[in-house]
């Protein structure tokens, strides 16, 4: 059997929004070395881009690498030497501009329109639009400390919902909600690497912090996918070590 090593991206591989460090760019080039690797996740293609695949040692076997931004409605794969879209799932305009209007006004009912923040709030990242709660470069400290309880974002959420039945909207990250077509998730996601690679579901271990009910990474688990919750990037680190020398064996 084939098999595929899953990871989450923020909270898992790296920091949030920052880029791999030097130390775990390296373990995953070793863990390339013996089997293929995909991140998933809720950014787009450029934060993909800084985050990971920038990051990678020259000799880091890239075409075993399968990455998937805005939670799998994209897959993005090192062809001809270079990194190459192999599908994208896009919204059209009026189904943006529908979103954006629903967004302003769950902002407002909820007394958050008028809150300080960093960049860009709610980004259009083609096939996903990403809220997110103090923009995509607030200092990472602001960012643990605005919605520990998820309860800002579970009100905005339960607005969005109301006006957008036909679309998923789900909880990510520390500050983000994601907007998709119905029914993508990472569980979503991840029976689309099995279609595209060719690997069961069976043969998949995915690695995320927040496989637990209502976290962004708890849909793996409920389609039966093998998972391991790790606490934070350190505790990745040691996970994929350990997997390196089972596969050696």
């Known amino acids: 059997m084939n098999w ?10 790296a920091e949030s929004k920052r880029p791999l460090s030097a130390d775990m760019a390296a373990t995953l080039a070793r863990l ?18 800084r985050q990971v695949a920038s990051r990678l040692p020259i000799d880091a076997a890239r075409e075993r690498l399968w990455l998937m931004p805005t939670t799998g409605t994209k897959l993005y794969r090192f062809v001809d030497g270079a990194w190459r879209a192999i599908y994208a799932e896009l919204f059209d305009d009026a189904e943006k501009a529908s979103i954006r209007v629903t967004f302003d ?3 407002s009912e909820a007394g958050l329109a ?5 960049g860009e709030r709610i980004e259009d990242r083609g096939s996903q639009i990403t809220f997110s709660g103090l923009g995509q470069d607030a200092p990472l400290e602001a960012k643990e400390g605005w919605d520990r309880d998820r309860a800002k974002r579970t009100a905005i959420q339960k607005t969005l919902r109301a006006a957008l039945p036909g679309l998923s909207i789900n909880l990510g990250g520390t500050t983000s909600i994601d907007v998709t077509r119905a029914g993508v998730d990472k569980g979503y996601g991840l029976k689309r690497l099995s279609k595209e690679s060719g690997v069961p579901l069976a043969g998949m271990l995915f690695l995320g912090d927040a ?3 209502g976290g962004n990474d708890y ?16 505790e990745t680190a040691a996970v ?5 020398a089972c596969l050696k064996r």
Do not use: C, N
């Open 4 to 13: 595929l090593i899953v990871f989450d991206l923020d909270g898992t591989l």
């Open 32 to 49: 390339l070395a013996v089997v293929d690797v995909a991140v998933i996740s809720g950014g787009d293609w450029p934060q993909f881009d």
């Open 105 to 107: 006004r769950a902002l």
């Open 114 to 118: 008028d809150e300080r923040f960093w």
């Open 211 to 213: 496989i637990y009910p």
């Open 219 to 234: 849909p793996a688990a409920e389609i039966g996918v093998d998972t391991v919750k790790v606490r934070d990037v350190a």
């Open 240 to 244: 994929v070590s350990a997997i390196i």
